[in-house]
């Protein structure tokens, strides 16, 4: 089947155009990943559209959604509209397979947060099962799920492969392997980032993310958090373990590096960027892709209820959590909580922390 394509998460910001020129100059760039959620109630400047409408006619766009919210606990109009524009976007152009995140996001600011983290509940993975079902049903392209880089406990990122592999065992879903995402969890949680990757599925993995990304100074002094905020370039225990990665992952297609358009703003910058995409290159050239023999894939029927799958107990609890960790309420408090849903007691006081900070900054009124 070959070796994976090798491509970017497409960003509008004339900083990352500038940036990426001399790769599309050079036919570099076998495939783009656009978020095309983050353009629903924007219109698309002629050049992006032509960019995006050239790749998909040549089977070299792929789809990533940010807002959908596979979690949330109640179905609401919002996550109907978000699935009637994506209808739209694909009768627009065509993409080789849509994606989103792990995670739910209720807050009021949605389309400006990072969706929180869920534990392994046979509660928490039937809605998540019904909202990909959801997401399936309304393509005809194959639908994967990426995994979260912020946790609250050593336990869920352990069992984060698990979840996405019981996730998408119904529709044969697949995955996104972000391996910045991973090295966040490694360093939050002092756990090897191989030991992390080996509880995931690997023969599911069909895409993966590269990135870099920052360190929040520590509220406590005991360490720093490690965040994913893509404005940095990746990591070299990230590069080390990548020929690992890839050698395990037989489904695997694409391999994408991500980077905020606004964070490329200085020479300095544009050259570490197009540096970290040839290391990368060097690196997938340098394996033997012959023995990969990738699964096709056919779209199953799903019996989806007419009515969405809803639980007013689990909503509950995640509207409190949202708003304690709005509130920035004790510590303490949130933790000795009586959560049927979140095991809070298992919580790192530091990522507790770390949350109140991430919602308080998309939230701030």
């Given at each position: 089947m070959g070796k994976p394509l090798l491509g970017l998460s497409m960003?509008?910001?004339?900083e990352f155009v500038s940036a990426v020129l001399p790769l599309l100059q050079s036919n570099s760039v076998e495939v783009f990943?656009?978020?095309?959620?983050t353009f629903y109630n924007a219109e698309e400047p002629g050049w992006l559209s032509d960019l995006l409408n050239f790749y998909a006619g040549n089977n070299r766009l792929i789809g990533h959604g940010v807002y959908y919210s596979l979690f949330d606990a109640l179905w609401n109009e919002r996550q109907e509209i978000w699935l009637g524009k994506l209808r739209d976007e694909l009768r627009k152009r065509k993409y080789n397979h849509i994606t989103e995140h792990f995670g739910f996001m209720n807050t009021e600011n949605f389309h400006e947060g990072v969706p929180l983290p869920v534990s392994l509940h046979s509660k928490t993975l039937e809605?998540?099962?019904?909202?990909?079902?959801r997401l399936q049903d309304a393509v005809q392209v194959p639908v994967g799920i990426e995994n979260l880089a912020f946790s609250f406990s050593l336990d869920d990122v352990m069992e984060q492969g698990l979840f996405l592999d019981k996730l998408t065992e119904d529709s044969d879903g697949f995955l996104i392997l972000d391996l910045h995402n991973i090295y966040c969890q490694a360093c939050n949680f002092k756990v090897g980032m191989e030991d992390i990757i080996k509880l995931y599925p690997l023969n599911k993995i069909k895409e993966i993310h590269l990135s870099g990304g920052s360190w929040q100074e520590s509220i406590y002094g005991k360490k720093p958090i490690r965040r994913d905020t893509h404005d940095d370039i990746i990591p070299e225990e990230i590069l080390s373990i990548l020929p690992f990665v890839l050698s395990q992952c037989k489904n695997l297609e694409y391999v994408i590096i991500e980077r905020l358009g606004h964070t490329i703003d200085t020479e300095e910058k544009r050259s570490d960027f197009l540096d970290d995409f040839r290391k990368v290159k060097m690196i997938i050239d340098s394996m033997d892709w012959k023995i990969f023999d990738r699964n096709s894939w056919i779209k199953k029927e799903i019996k989806i209820s007419k009515k969405?799958?809803?639980d007013k107990g689990l909503y509950d609890e995640q509207t409190l959590l949202t708003k304690l960790l709005f509130d920035h309420v004790n510590v303490e408090?949130?933790?000795?909580?009586?959560?049927?849903y979140f095991k809070t007691k298992d919580w790192d006081p530091e990522m507790i922390l770390t949350a109140q900070n991430i919602i308080k900054?998309?939230?701030p009124y």
């Open positions: 960003m509008a910001e004339a990943e656009w978020s095309f959620d809605i998540g099962k019904d909202r990909l079902h969405p799958l809803e408090s949130i933790k000795n909580h009586e959560f049927h900054k998309w939230n």
